[in-house]
């Protein structure tokens, strides 16, 4: 792999070390969108939404067009699929190398069980909400399990769903959007589960 592979490498992981940035994508994957309607969807200003995509954009993730006073924008893999295609091109190493050592369990997987095992009861339910973010967010990757890929939820669906984990629904709904695990159109709309949400997410 070149220095160049590297810097490029490095480029569009950072680019996508955000998990704002990293929703953006996900509802892009889905269908073009403005600024201002991924600032409704994301509950974020437009600006911010705009900088995310400046930085998306530069490493070709993004692409877009204007229609009438707005620009369109959409996800476009090209930068994914040729950074892949070149790196599959390398010539292997000669020899067959080692074996591959036995896949390990995530440690993600072991961090979220020992999580769910010290903060919900023997039915499943929430006893309380930890002050540790990166805990809350491993018990929020086990609440939304219970909603299916693809499907919109409204408010009323979703609350009556979260009551079997918590009596504080509202807290649910919220910090599901927050840390990237479910989207919502604004104005208490619609809620949809984002499969390719990141492990974690910051504050």
């Known amino acids: 792999m ?22 953006i994508i996900a509802f892009l994957a889905r269908e073009p969108s403005s600024v201002e309607h991924l600032a409704e969807l994301l ?49 292997a190493l000669s020899g067959p190398g080692p074996a591959p050592a036995p896949a390990a369990e995530p440690e993600a997987d072991a961090y979220d069980r020992k999580v769910l095992r010290n903060w919900l009861d023997a039915d499943g339910r929430i006893r309380a909400f930890p002050v540790q973010w990166k805990k809350e967010v491993a018990i929020l990757r086990h609440v ?34 927050e840390a990237g695990l479910m989207a919502r159109e604004g104005g208490g709309g619609a809620y949809w589960r984002i499969d390719e949400a990141p492990a974690s997410a910051t504050r």
């Not at 692409?63 to 006073?69: A, K, L, M, P, Q």
């Not at 893999?77 to 010539?91: D, Y």
Request: no cysteine; aromatic share 8%.
């Open 43 to 91: 509950d974020l200003s437009s600006s911010t939404v705009s900088h995310h995509l400046a930085k998306l954009a530069k490493v070709g993730l993004v692409s877009s067009r204007n229609e009438g006073y707005y620009s369109i924008y959409r996800f476009d893999p090209a930068a994914l699929t040729a950074m892949a295609q070149r790196l599959l091109a390398k010539p």
């Open 144 to 177: 939304v399990q219970a909603f299916e890929p693809r499907r919109r939820y409204s408010e009323k669906e979703l609350n009556a769903a979260l009551k079997r984990f918590s009596a504080d629904t509202a807290r649910l709904r919220r910090n599901l959007v």
């Open 2 to 23: 070149t220095d160049t592979d590297l810097t490029e490498m490095l480029a569009l992981f950072k680019a996508v070390a955000d998990a704002n940035r990293l929703r």
